[in-house]
């Protein structure tokens, strides 16, 4: 069996089951993608997802299903998925192996 494209902390698992408890409505899961943004290239994108595409790749962990975006899957290999809560600022982190830099902001990156 091949190895899941990105893990998921049990931090990050919670945080995606009280989003979808708060949604308000049905989802498959949350869907992962990547998109041009910002001086380094690339920002990651989280949305709610109502159905799986033929061409998702899908991680199902600590009682989550994330949906990688087929675009972003190469961007996305051995990404490590995170939720931090911080004093100034919280929210999903993404330690992903394969970014060769990032931006002085934090908000992309390149690989």
Do not use: W
Not at 59 to 85: H, N, Q, R, S, W
């Amino acid at each position: 069996m091949a190895p899941a494209p990105m893990t998921i902390t049990d931090a990050a698992a919670e945080r995606v089951k009280s989003m979808l408890a708060k949604r308000g409505k049905p989802s498959v899961g949350i869907r992962i993608g990547v998109r041009s943004k910002g001086c380094s290239g690339m920002s990651y994108t989280l949305e709610y997802a109502d159905e799986k595409t033929q061409f998702d790749e899908i991680v199902e962990d600590k009682g989550v299903t994330v949906l990688i975006d087929p675009k972003a899957t190469m961007f996305i290999l051995g990404t490590e998925m995170d939720y931090v809560e911080e004093k100034m600022q919280s929210g999903f982190v993404f330690r992903n192996p394969n970014e060769k830099g990032r931006c002085g902001c934090g908000e992309s990156f390149h690989v």
